[in-house]
């Protein structure tokens, strides 16, 4: 009984350890957001009257917000395709049982300086390069996807069943041997899925990427804004918002059926 109790106040001291912990990093994250009251509770009337510019939407633009997206849609379809074909070979360098500790620092490195550069900065490097428009759109958003997908791809690549690998070593397979019939046989469905879900996250990241002359229904939508246009603002963000539903609706469907395979 005795070693039951003092497991038991040890488990509680471990919690009250990790809670007191927990209120002392949100307290110092709660203090140096600096929040004012008062001002959020004035800012409310501005708040209201913004809103009510947005309402209705101007309809008369639904031909201009149809093209855009298509154009949005297809940045993020070829972004999404060139960051996922480009991340294999990270993903599978960057893997722990796959890849020596010096190739793995390295490939690492690779995605964590992608992931530190915001894809807005990506836009304007790529905009400066190709000019404004849809290639510029394109090609940040597929650097911005290996950050993410060669961190996932390399995540679904470590948690592999290592009887399997370990087997193809025994028998002598090459390490391309060994990813092409102990790896990818394994991590497609679940690769596949987190593919599709990036693609339906590029497609909300394009719109943020107008901001700079990249293309899609952001560029509309920021220039909409900028001339005070707020209701027809409106109408891109509604059209994007049904497109983004019905994408988040169709890719969960198939991420189902992968899952299943």
């Not at 480009?86 to 490195?109: E, G, K, Q, Y």
């Amino acid at each position: 009984m005795k070693f039951f109790a003092s497991r038991f106040k040890s488990a509680w001291s471990k919690r009250l350890l990790i809670l007191g912990g927990l209120i002392l990093v949100y307290g110092w994250a709660l203090r140096g957001l600096k929040l004012d009251l008062e001002m959020l509770n004035q800012s409310v009337p501005y708040t209201i009257d913004f809103i009510s510019r947005l309402l209705p939407p101007d309809w008369s633009v639904i031909d201009v917000a149809v093209n855009a997206l298509v154009e949005t849609i297809q940045m993020s379809l070829w972004g999404t395709t060139i960051g996922a074909l480009l991340s294999i070979p990270i993903a599978l360098l960057s893997a722990h049982n796959l890849t020596p500790s010096w190739v793995r620092w390295i490939a690492n490195l690779v995605q964590n300086a992608v992931r530190s550069v915001p894809s807005i900065v990506l836009g304007l490097f790529f905009v400066s390069a190709t000019g404004l428009g849809a290639p510029a759109g394109t090609l940040a958003l597929g650097i911005y996807t290996i950050g993410y997908l060669a961190k996932l791809y390399q995540e679904a690549i470590e948690s592999v069943d290592p009887s399997s690998i370990e087997s193809l070593r025994v028998s002598g397979a090459s390490w391309l041997q060994i990813a092409q019939y102990g790896i990818f046989p394994q991590v497609l469905p679940l690769g596949l899925g987190y593919t599709l879900y990036m693609f339906e996250y590029n497609i909300r990241s394009a719109s943020v990427l107008g901001v700079v002359g990249a293309g899609g229904i952001g560029f509309e939508l920021v220039n909409y804004i900028r001339g005070f246009e707020y209701n027809k603002a409106t109408t891109m963000m509604l059209v994007l918002l049904v497109v983004v539903i019905m994408i988040d609706g169709v890719s969960n469907q198939l991420r189902r059926r992968l899952e299943t395979l």
